[in-house]
């Protein structure tokens, strides 16, 4: 595992010497884009929307777009100018209930490591941690940007978890949320009663993505048939969706209770 970023923890007047680690790793499947007919990669070029010629990397900036059209360019000092101050530090500032922050903030999670000279300083941390049963709101910056963070402890280790700025969450209120339907008692019941049926342990061990090795098997079993005349599959049919009817709902929450219990 490598450590993408080194610093200190600043707590108060101590300072923790940590690294830093991801705390997830992605299972993607790297797919090219090629042409159908020969399997030709494409390859994407850089071409003014004027008179269709390709631009160089040297002759490119970035430019602001203004309300006529016209592009403010913006060069490496503007740059340079807004950007944070880089610092090796993940500020601790205050310290708030984890209950407190809504989930829509939490975003990703990094594994705090203590160099070797600071394992006292950082369990000291980490227990203080666990006895407050508070968080660190901390800030720092990773990769020339400024982020917000929570220090926690998970599984006796500190965890940094980069939480979203609240300007960077847009409203619910954006959504058409019904506000003024009602349900009857009969059918809340039944749907309690279905969320008590399926309710369990939260074990994340338990639930995998299958989608990259449903993706492999096909991409395994398309190389082995490879030069074989394709077979043409009949399109499943979709299900046609069904009109919400009030009438029916309590039909399919006794529905769906049955084919819980069976």
Known sequence: MKAIWKGGISFGLINIPVRLYSGAVTHRIDLDMVRKKDHCAIEFVRVCKKDGKEVPWDEIAKGYKKENGDYVVLDKSDFARAMPEKTQTIDVFEFVLEKEIPAQYLEKPYIVEPAKEAKKTYTL??????????????????????????????????????????????????????????????????????????????????????????????????????????????????????????????????????????
């Open 125 to 262: 941390l980490r227990e203080a941690l666990k006895k407050s049963g508070k968080v660190g709101l901390a800030k720092f910056v990773l990769r020339n940007t400024e982020h917000l963070g929570i220090l926690k402890v998970e599984d006796n280790a500190i965890l940094l978890i980069q939480i979203r700025f609240d300007q960077d969450l847009r409203s619910p209120s954006e959504a058409k949320i019904p506000d003024d339907v009602k349900v009857a008692k009969k059918e809340l019941d039944m749907a309690l009663n279905i969320i008590e049926q399926l309710t369990d342990k939260f074990e994340p061990e338990k639930y995998k993505d299958t989608y990259k090795d449903e993706l492999l098997k096909i991409i395994r079993k398309k190389s082995k048939e490879k030069g074989k005349p394709a077979k043409k599959e009949e399109p499943a049919e979709k299900p046609k969706a069904k009109k919400e009817a009030t009438d029916d709902l309590l039909a399919q929450l006794k529905a769906s209770l049955e084919a819980i219990k069976n």
